[in-house]
């Protein structure tokens, strides 16, 4: 509008609204969350004797701030992920290697805008999928859509959909998002065209620079075997990590840390090393002829006797007995 719009209309009076006449107006332009506050904020600027500026400034923030939460929302809740996890909640002091500053570049936009990728390997229980919830939620804090789903959904999905003649408009599931989150990725056994639907959502994305984010248990020398196909499995790794970096997190497993179970499985091995004799993967239980045979020469040897009696479980239990006066010394063992 021109200054001589401006001071046209100022000669005329500026029609008063009441409330109610305010109400469709701010549902006109969608301020749903100014129609809300918007009395609060009156009365607070009289009270405070805000300027005119200030009184809009101040409408229009908090109109922008919900709005942008609002979105966040939707999109965390779209993106279907199997928990909400942030960047700050990763304890990165169990990694032996993996410092955040290194995930730099993939916490900004421009992991996005430049169609970088990531595949997460480790062990179970490493934090590979949080990592990867972290990074997909703060794709969406920068602006941009995130759709997580399991290997197993993705190729189960596209498969029947294939078998159907309808395989182009499932793809758009996997292929409209800005960024792909595929998790666990040879934890479970596929159907025999894993490679072929899974070349076609990575192909895609590859051609249109938009990013994904893998996590799998198994090294990459393994994804041939563990999608029925070699070749196929060699192009889709070509071209995840043309733009993309594979990222190996080690340390202790998240989930059962509290056990300890590295510690004791490492002193058992050194307890072996020490004596020179390997420990068994399943310890059988000493005969029990082994141990008759060493009750019966403790009960010949030690003025004290070892009476014996076979439990339900076909062990021996022990309870030492004082012989009485005049006892023979070869009693039977189990009376």
Request: aromatic share 8%.
């Amino acid at each position: 509008m021109t200054n001589r719009n401006l001071n046209s209309q100022s000669s005329t009076e500026i029609p008063k609204l009441s409330d109610g006449q305010l109400e469709p107006l701010f549902r006109r332009l969608n301020l749903a969350h100014t129609r809300r506050i918007y009395q609060d904020v009156v009365d607070r600027a009289e009270k405070e004797s805000w300027s005119y500026r200030d009184f809009l400034a101040l409408l229009l923030a908090e109109e922008v701030a919900h709005r942008m939460q609002t979105r966040l929302q939707r999109l965390t809740r779209k993106a279907h992920f199997p928990f909400f996890r942030t960047i700050d909640e990763f304890d990165f002091s169990l990694q032996s290697t993996l410092r955040q500053a290194l995930l730099g570049s993939y916490l900004g936009p421009d992991f996005v805008t430049e169609g970088r990728s990531l595949i997460l390997y480790g062990k179970t229980g490493r934090g590979k999928t949080h990592l990867a919830v972290a990074i997909g939620y703060r794709a969406i804090q920068n602006g941009f859509e995130t759709y997580c789903t399991t290997a197993a959904k993705l190729i189960e999905d596209l498969s029947n959909a294939g078998r159907k003649g309808q395989l182009q408009e499932s793809l758009l599931t996997y292929t409209h998002p800005h960024v792909l989150l595929v998790d666990e990725v040879g934890y479970l056994t596929y159907g025999q065209d894993a490679a072929n639907v899974l070349f076609h959502v990575v192909n895609d994305r590859h051609l249109r620079k938009r990013p994904m984010i893998f996590t799998t248990n198994k090294p990459l020398s393994e994804w041939g075997k563990v999608l029925h196909d070699e070749d196929l499995a060699a192009a889709i790794l070509d071209r995840i990590l043309e733009r993309g970096r594979l990222i190996h997190l080690d340390g202790p497993s998240g989930r059962t840390r509290h056990l300890n179970l590295q510690d004791n499985l490492s002193a058992h091995a050194d307890r072996a090393r020490i004596s020179g004799i390997s420990v068994p993967e399943f310890p059988e239980p000493t005969p029990f002829g082994v141990v008759l045979s060493t009750a019966m020469y403790l009960h010949d040897t030690s003025p004290m006797l070892t009476r014996t009696a076979v439990d339900g479980h076909n062990n021996l239990c022990f309870r030492l007995i004082r012989p009485s006066a005049g006892r023979k010394s070869r009693s039977p063992v189990g009376t």
